[in-house]
């Protein structure tokens, strides 16, 4: 398989890298000068794209690559992809569903915590050398907190569970209702959002939940309400976040992603009610090298006329 | 006027002498001012506050707390059996925490004075906070926090990785409330639990070890829920974080004293165990410095109590003893005293 040619779209995992190089002949994208003259060099070689959040495989890129048969994403959204192009083209589209649930409930809880209790506030207020005894302010209780999921797939259900271990009313807004699920429903973002205290978002970015959160949701939520987004930052209307959190109405917010990594809205750091993360819902060693050999399980599968492991078209 | 009217013409003080009972209230002027709803108090009680006085507090005492039948500890603010021997007719001691180890309990029981503690109004706060810390640690969110604050998620790329909670052997040592609130939290993120506590807990489905070093022998992280006590001083030393190990993680919502500081930051300057998140340190507000530098510590301000909703739980709940007691009816929280 040394001669297959797999072209890399980002950096994203040196394990990946080192493990695809020992199979296949990998183009590390980011470190070509020219792109257009490279894909018109290698076209005929490039047989497969790994992606990942921030880099997969638009219109362009595929119609440049004649010989592309399948596109492996090292994530499980795929708002990177054309999957419409993908799908005309008898391309076949692979993600890293389940190994990371796990990871991205447990942060999404972390970031409730931290946005709630002022976890990371204080913790530099701490290391500032400025606390005298008995000094630091009273947060927000956890427990109990009505917490709203936006998206109840694999990872919403596992936001869940979890916030049920510390006795939080769930309820959820979907495309449809789940009627075999025990918690309630909501026929709107909005409705949700007027009936929570935290609101997450654990959806797929496509058409449709572009800017699901938005300056009405926000206002439903209003300001006691935190939003915690642990899906694309495109799922929330950031200017208008922003403004929320400025103007206080809206009570806080714990942000693993934002619309246009890796810059984070300036006005956010000014604020204390406010966690922000570099997108780290699935950053564990362990996980991550899961979602590494997924990628590979996927494209090893295909290129041996296997059965894939995780296709999504 | 009859001695049953309402006195209206007679100045606040003497109103107050003539329908609230007395209340004594000592707190140190350190203690956090949320523990004390000065006013909430004062519309059921009359309060005796030496703060309020000029002189001294003992003198304050000898003069005016003869006939105290009740005290209001506020937070740690130590009474010593020196101090009850100021107070001759003290029945109660109404504490605003869960822990007592600030009053003589011993005397206490000597002179038949009751104690009320914070029952459980904080204990998910503090579970909920032990697990924030974990998953802190864990998944680097204040350091990934920091990382980005100081832009170089932009300028650097991605932050490092941190590691996966679930699988992770988490073994509680207490398990009392606080712990058991702790371990069905973690439960729910794939944790297994066990602990170690004075004795077994048959009624209790985690495994059971009878020392803290068994304990850490068989865990990934190790959280401090127990109070402290002559026993447990130091419960956390050079041995105990050899036998948790390199990937251990240690997590203390309990006391300070619970931990041999000074080891734990041998301990983590050399790489001996994986991280720490500490709420609680052996002299506080004052701590080791080379813990600021550690990206793998996550430190908090002896805040796991200190919510909105917990101190309106525990107003309701002091004033909620004091009635009772004052209406000779059953305290709402009373304390074992051994």
């Known amino acids: 398989m040394e001669s297959i040619g797999v072209l890399m779209a980002c950096p994203m995992n040196s394990y990946l890298e080192h493990e695809l190089e020992k199979r296949f002949n990998l183009f590390r994208f980011w470190t070509v000068p020219e792109k257009s003259a490279f894909l018109a060099t290698n076209k005929n070689s490039i047989r497969a794209v790994v992606g990942n959040s921030s880099a997969g495989a638009d219109a362009e890129l595929i119609e440049a690559l004649p010989k592309l048969e399948i596109v492996a994403s090292f994530s499980v959204g795929l708002d990177k992809i054309d999957l419409a192009k993908c799908k005309e083209k008898g391309i076949r589209v692979t993600n890293t569903p389940d190994v990371l649930t796990d990871d991205v409930a447990d942060l999404a809880i972390g970031l409730m915590l931290a946005v709630l209790r002022k976890l990371c506030e204080s913790d530099r207020y701490v290391r500032s050398g400025k606390w005298k005894k008995g000094d630091y302010k009273l947060t927000t209780k956890f427990t109990g907190k009505r917490v709203g999921i936006i998206g109840l797939g694999r990872i919403g259900m596992a936001v869940a569970k979890r916030a049920e271990a510390f006795s939080c009313p769930i309820s959820y807004y979907s495309r449809t209702e789940k009627p075999e699920i025990k918690y309630k429903y909501y026929p709107s973002v909005v409705e949700l959002a007027a009936n929570c205290d935290i609101l997450v978002v654990a959806c797929l970015l496509t058409e449709e939940t572009l800017h699901i959160v938005n300056r009405e949701v926000i206002d439903a939520l209003g300001p006691k309400g935190v939003v915690i987004n642990v899906g694309r930052g495109p799922h929330v209307d950031e200017p208008e976040l922003v403004s929320a959190l400025v103007e206080r109405r809206l009570g806080g917010a714990g942000l693993d992603v934002f619309e246009h990594e890796p810059e984070v809205p300036e006005e956010l750091f000014g604020l204390d009610n406010v966690v922000l993360l570099p997108h780290v819902g699935s950053a564990t060693v362990e996980t991550r090298q899961a979602m590494a050999d997924l990628v590979i399980g996927n494209l090893e599968a295909h290129f041996l006329n296997k059965p894939l492991l995780t296709p999504v078209v | ?338």
């Open chain 2, 1 to 338: 006027m009859g001695y049953h009217q309402k006195p209206q013409n007679l100045s606040k003080n003497l109103q107050q002498d003539l329908l609230l009972p007395s209340v004594l209230v000592l707190r140190s002027p350190s203690v956090p001012s949320f523990f004390f709803s000065k006013s909430h108090l004062q519309a059921h009680f009359h309060l005796l506050d030496p703060l309020d006085s000029p002189e001294p507090t003992h003198s304050f005492l000898s003069r005016h707390a003869a006939s105290v039948l009740a005290l209001l500890c506020v937070a740690s603010t130590r009474v010593s059996s020196e101090t009850l021997s100021l107070l001759p007719s003290l029945k109660l001691v109404v504490a605003t925490s869960a822990g007592l180890d600030h009053i003589d309990l011993g005397e206490c029981r000597r002179r038949g004075i009751a104690v009320t503690s914070a029952g459980q109004v904080f204990t998910e706060d503090v579970a909920d906070f032990a697990v924030g810390l974990l998953v802190d640690v864990l998944r680097r969110v204040s350091a990934s926090e920091g990382y980005v604050r100081a832009r170089l998620w932009a300028e650097k790329g991605p932050s490092p990785l941190g590691a996966k909670l679930g699988g992770n052997r988490v073994g509680i040592v207490g398990l009392g409330r606080i712990g058991s609130e702790v371990a069905k939290r973690l439960i729910a993120f794939g944790c297994s639990i066990a602990y170690c506590s004075r004795k077994e807990k048959p009624s209790v489905p985690y495994p059971y070890y009878p020392t803290v070093s068994e304990l850490a022998t068989n865990s990934d992280a190790l959280i401090l829920c127990c109070s402290l006590t002559k026993e447990t001083h130091h419960i956390i030393n050079k041995g105990v974080m050899e036998a948790l190990g390199k990937e251990g993680v240690i997590i203390n919502i309990g006391r300070g004293a619970l931990i041999d500081e000074k080891e734990l930051v041998k301990f983590l300057e050399q790489g001996q165990i994986r991280g720490a998140g500490l709420d609680v340190y052996e002299n506080e507000p004052h701590m080791s410095q080379e813990l600021f530098a550690m990206e793998n510590v996550v430190l908090a301000p002896h805040a796991a109590v200190y919510t909105l909703e917990s101190f309106a739980a525990l107003q309701e709940l002091v004033v909620g003893n004091l009635k009772a007691f004052f209406s000779n009816k059953p305290l709402l929280t009373p304390a074992q005293l051994e």
